[in-house]
């Protein structure tokens, strides 16, 4: 199966960004912990990454990848490369307007995004400049994202992929290097953060290139085509978007609490690494092959896309929701608790994990979803579907985070978590519900009979791991002392026992495997 091939490239090359990611992270825990540089730079990184999610992983999946596709099938490479043209252009000029803007206005924004700091003067000054420097990463990451859609559509998915890599080797490099400052180190990561974006964009420039898609700026014209994308690509950017804007809101009102932005963002990290490498990767896979399959006519071959989509989603993202929820103090300790980052800091760390791994499963069936609407040229329904998410996860959010701060002033955060996982759960539900209702999903035999037992073979692959969590302290003298280690192990030991049980159990059968993976 082809889509599960493109998957495993997408999301193997995912992979490899998400593990320097959480070497990134580990250097950045251990050099600012929980402080107020920690918490100035994930709102100064968190903001303009915003927008990446949404280009990267919404518009441009949505509404970008569909019309360049069917423009160039139907008129042409010359045409389709003209609109790729056109699209780059206008998206400089507007980016870049926008970039300046946000530059200039930062101090009024920031009073909007992280209102909790204005009771620190010098934490709000810190975030306010940072973001500034960081701003220049939107356009730049934008542009990469377009790029990169423009080679998903050519079934050129590997360095689009691969482009993410260069932000972590770039920021890991700079941590090792960095002084003992924590406000130095803060300001240097912050400056890495756009030097990646110069390197991103070069890279899938030449990517191009190398595809003979020949790219370059003229004076910015709204065609029909491009009038198409902005109607198309607007609601598809917020509905693709709708887990980061979830967390943004969380972000926002995690202000009002000590840490509380730095603690949601190490537990983020953790639940991201599944959601990216399985979620993300099949939902940039699944768009082109669901766009071709209808153009064609292929409702069947669709429907059976969709369902071997969910299928394989969830045979990987299972076994992950259960390491997180019942192994989450020997991962976060393994990766997070050195230097800077305490004892209590992964534990306060540790609950929002678990919390957020309820609605994993959900956030990966999002990113399914989602291309059924999409393919369709349907980006308006995802949207309404988003808000409703977004009304949720505020009203949920903001009550549970007062009404446990009350009572516990250092776990506030974790009602937040909580309202996301919440909000992700009746989004991805809505979704399914009106694709099935359109016609667009209907679960067939082998979905219907694999997922139980899939189930099945995470609840044991849980048993095992939730012992090797409960005796942790006595494991680690056997990984050489090292937590680190000791997860990596326990949580290879968790995936082999769930392949075995998921084998046994008949939720993945050899047969299929081999037919996945065969060519045609």
């Not at 996982?421 to 399914?432: D, K």
């Amino acid at each position: 199966m082809k889509l599960l091939r493109s998957t495993f490239v997408i999301g193997g090359l995912t992979g490899v960004s998400r593990v320097l990611g959480f070497v990134r992270e580990m250097l950045l825990a251990a050099a600012l912990g929980t402080g107020p540089v920690a918490n100035a730079f994930v709102v100064a990184f968190r903001f303009p990454n915003l927008f990446r999610r949404f280009f990267a992983e919404g518009a441009f999946n949505s509404a970008y990848v569909p019309l360049y596709a069917r423009t160039l099938e139907g008129e042409g490479a010359g045409e389709a490369h003209s609109f790729a043209r056109d699209t780059l252009s206008v998206m400089i000029v507007v980016l870049s307007a926008l970039t300046v803007l946000a530059v200039i206005f930062m101090p009024a924004i920031m009073r909007w995004i992280a209102p909790g700091f204005l009771d620190d003067p010098g934490l709000f000054e810190m975030a306010v400049l940072f973001t500034q420097i960081t701003m220049p990463y939107l356009l730049l990451v934008s542009l990469t994202a377009m790029m990169g859609g423009t080679l998903n559509a050519h079934d050129r998915f590997a360095l689009s992929a691969a482009a993410p890599i260069a932000l972590n080797v770039i920021m890991v490099g700079v941590l090792l290097a960095a002084p003992d400052d924590p406000a130095r180190t803060g300001l240097w990561i912050t400056i890495a953060v756009p030097v990646s974006g110069v390197v991103q964009a070069a890279m899938l420039f030449w990517g191009c290139r190398r595809a003979g898609i020949r790219l370059s700026v003229r004076w910015p014209r709204l065609t029909p085509k491009v009038r198409r994308l902005i109607v198309l690509g607007v609601p598809g950017a917020i509905a693709g978007g709708v887990t980061q804007i979830n967390i943004v809101i969380s972000q926002l009102i995690a202000t009002f609490q000590d840490g509380a932005v730095a603690l949601l963002y190490y537990a983020d990290r953790l639940y991201q690494l599944p959601l990216g490498v399985i979620g993300i990767a099949m939902g940039v896979a699944l768009l082109p092959t669901l766009s071709k399959r209808l153009r064609s006519g292929d409702e069947t071959g669709a429907a059976e896309t969709l369902n071997r989509a969910i299928e394989i989603s969830l045979a990987l993202t299972l076994p992950a929701t259960a390491a997180l929820l019942v192994m989450p103090g020997l991962l976060v300790e393994g990766l997070f608790q050195r230097g800077a980052f305490t004892a209590a800091d992964a534990e306060s760390t540790r609950l929002a994990v678990q919390v957020f791994a309820l609605g994993l499963p959900a956030f990966v069936l999002i990113k399914v979803f989602s291309p059924g609407f999409f393919a369709r040229e349907d980006t308006a329904t995802p949207m309404k579907f988003a808000a409703v998410s977004m009304v949720i996860n505020i009203a949920a959010g903001a009550a549970l985070f007062f009404w446990i701060r009350d009572f516990a002033p250092d776990r506030g955060h974790v009602g937040l978590a909580a309202a996301t996982s919440l909000a992700g759960w009746i989004n991805a539900g809505l979704l399914g519900y009106f694709l099935a209702r359109r016609g667009g999903f209907a679960p067939d035999a082998r979905l219907a009979r694999a997922l139980p037992r899939l189930a099945l073979a995470a609840a044991i692959a849980g048993g095992g791991m939730a012992a090797i969590e409960l005796y942790r302290t006595n494991i680690v003298p056997f990984a050489l002392d090292s937590r680190l280690l000791a997860a990596v192990l326990a949580s290879g030991a968790g995936f082999a026992v769930y392949a075995a049980a998921a084998l046994l159990t008949r939720g993945v059968r050899i047969s299929e495997l081999r037919s996945a993976f065969s060519r045609g």
